[in-house]
Each structure stands twice: as structure tokens, then as C-alpha cells.
């Protein structure tokens, strides 16, 4: 089951402010950018994301009835600051997962028996293309 709700209303204004800042540069930590669907502003939301292969793997938390998945989901694509690098991600799509196959041990352990998040959602990086000169 997903974090209540006004948990996450709680950490926008409160946690993700300082987060925000630090998730671009600690492992296991990403801020995904997106823009609102009806408002059209940049979001900017820090969360878990871990790279497998040519894709990125995001615990929602959260569950999928997010804003953020909800923006990104309409979008096809977002952009995604992980690690101190940027990367445009494409295709997000969300899956169950009871066992969090797709995260490292103590995050597995922690969405399994902890937080009971069996929702993810998997996007592929798209190479940067070369700027026209």
C-alpha cells in the first residue's frame, strides 16, 4: 500500500525543498523534472531511481496516482537529474512488483516489509542528440 496521501502533501512543502538539492548527487537519489499537465509549470520532484541497463527504475512510494506520474505519464517523457547528470528518459511505464526485483537489498527489503510499495515505473534513457550548429 502507497504512503498516505498527506504524507506526500507534507514532504512537497516540507522534506523535498531540501532534497530537491541533494537527490541529483547521492546514489539512489534523483530528482525527476516534468512539466504540470494543466498548469504547464516545471516540477521538480526528488525520489528513489535506480539505472538498469539503457533504463531507469523509480519506487513510487507514492503509488502511480501521483501528480508527478500523472505529468509524466501524459508527457511520454521527462528528464531525470541523477548522479550529477542529466538524462532525458522516454516510454515510462508503470508495473507491480510484490518482490522489488529491480531494486538493490536494503531498498527491496525496506519497500517490501516497511512501506509495502509494489509500484514502479521503468523509462528507457534516450541518447542525447547533437545540437545543430
Known amino acids: 500500500m502507497p504512503m498516505p496521501r498527506w504524507l506526500a502533501r507534507t514532504n512537497k512543502y516540507g522534506l523535498n525543498q531540501l ?7 547521492l546514489p539512489g537519489w534523483a530528482v525527476v523534472v516534468h512539466r ?13 531511481a535506480f539505472r538498469r541497463g539503457d533504463d531507469f527504475v523509480i519506487a513510487l512510494t507514492y503509488g502511480s496516482t501521483s501528480d508527478w506520474v500523472r505529468n509524466v505519464e501524459a508527457a511520454g517523457s521527462f528528464d531525470l537529474l541523477h548522479l ?17 526485483s529491480d ?12 512501506l509495502s510499495t509494489p509500484e514502479f515505473l521503468r523509462a528507457t534513457i534516450t541518447p542525447a542528440t547533437p545540437k545543430a550548429a
Open 19 to 25: 532534497t530537491r538539492f541533494l537527490a541529483p548527487w
Open 84 to 100: 550529477g547528470r542529466h538524462h532525458h528518459l522516454t516510454n515510462p511505464h508503470i508495473y507491480r512488483d510484490p518482490h522489488a
Open 36 to 48: 504540470g499537465r494543466k498548469s504547464g509549470r516545471v516540477f521538480r520532484t526528488p525520489l528513489w
Open 103 to 114: 531494486m538493490p537489498l536494503p531498498i527491496r527489503l525496506m519497500l517490501r516489509y516497511v
